[in-house]
């Protein structure tokens, strides 16, 4: 049986971050603190040390071992799941090489980076953990697939491509929430009008009758079950709460891990770091719609379309 947190209540009450904390996380979990921040150099040097299995000496003089798989105490996050969070594709990149898993779900929580990617609307990391074998139908505790979580903050980048990849807009999570009534309850009113839509549009492929479609409730779609998974027993963990519930955190206005996040940025013609993300289309990429309005953006002298940036397949 499904045991969710102390809800909205318990989450709301939540410490805001202190230099206790921080002290806290930059010394036990340097893994974890590097991907919140980005920071790749020492990333490279701390994963050299996961793959030689050696001790590390931290920059407080003391000696730990690290491990990709080691969740931090006060969100149950692994080192991926903060670099997904907070938009950090090459961390992200980094981890997932080393570590071999793409989606490696939190063992309380069964969240997963796809999960934190949706929620937080970075697309860019979503696209790369969708494109090398992530799962947009994996749900957590809460049987809630990342569509679920990219609705809980209105995503609409991060809800389109999701649906792209075959997620599911009937699925309830336990409370009996499809992703269209998650984003209601939020207030993302923009978010929950357009996966209204795309069910209607689903329905109507399928030759179901909208009377099938009550309130925001999908039922019978394709099918009302969430049994992709089978069934997942969780306990409930009074000293351990769900950051995502937190209201203020879904309107981004209270920090996780001492941050906000931020939306990802990516400028093709003058970012140097993330470059190597970046690659010239083959020809099957090509969308030779694209190519023909781009010549006749050129011919009119209207400014010519950039290319579109392409994700490389690294695994």
């Known amino acids: 049986m499904f045991f969710p947190p102390k809800d909205v209540v318990a989450a709301e009450n939540l410490e805001e971050w202190n230099d206790s904390k921080e002290n806290i996380f930059r010394r036990n979990f340097p893994l974890h603190h590097t991907c919140r921040d980005g920071d790749v150099v020492k990333l490279a040097v701390l994963l050299d040390h996961v793959s030689n299995a050696s001790p590390y000496r931290t920059e407080f003089g003391s000696v730990?071992?690290?491990n990709l798989s080691s969740e931090d105490p006060f969100y149950g996050w692994m080192p991926a799941h903060w670099a997904a969070y907070f938009g950090k594709p090459e961390c992200l990149l980094m981890v997932v090489q080393s570590s071999k898993h793409v989606d490696v779900p939190s063992l309380k929580l069964l969240q997963t980076p796809t999960h934190m990617a949706a929620y937080a609307g970075n697309s860019f990391c979503l696209q790369w953990l969708l494109d090398h074998g992530a799962d947009p139908l994996r749900w957590?505790?809460?049987k809630e697939t990342p569509l679920h979580k990219a609705a809980r903050t209105g995503a609409l980048p991060a809800i389109s491509l999701l649906i792209s990849r075959g997620a599911k807009l009937h699925w309830k999570n336990i409370h009996g929430q499809t992703a269209a009534d998650v984003a209601a309850s939020t207030g993302c009113n923009d978010a929950a009008l357009y996966l209204n839509h795309q069910a209607q549009l689903i329905s109507n492929v399928v030759n179901k009758p909208m009377d099938c479609v009550k309130n925001g409730n999908f039922v019978n779609l394709v099918s009302t079950s969430n049994g992709y998974y089978g069934f997942h027993q969780t306990v409930p963990?009074?000293?351990f709460q769900d950051v995502l519930l937190c209201p203020v955190v879904t309107q981004?206005?209270?920090?996780?891990?001492?941050?906000k996040r931020t939306q990802e940025t990516y400028d093709c013609g003058t970012s140097v770091k993330r470059a190597r993300f970046l690659k010239e289309p083959r020809t099957e990429d090509i969308d030779h719609a694209d190519v023909e309005m781009t010549m006749e953006h050129s011919q009119n002298?209207?400014?010519?379309?950039?290319?579109?940036?392409?994700?490389?397949r690294y695994l």
Do not use: E
Request: hydrophobic share 30%.
């Open 64 to 66: 730990i071992s690290l």
């Open 237 to 239: 963990h009074d000293d």
């Open 140 to 142: 957590d505790y809460m």
């Open 301 to 312: 002298g209207s400014k010519v379309l950039p290319t579109r940036c392409m994700l490389p």
């Open 252 to 259: 981004n206005a209270r920090c996780i891990g001492g941050r």
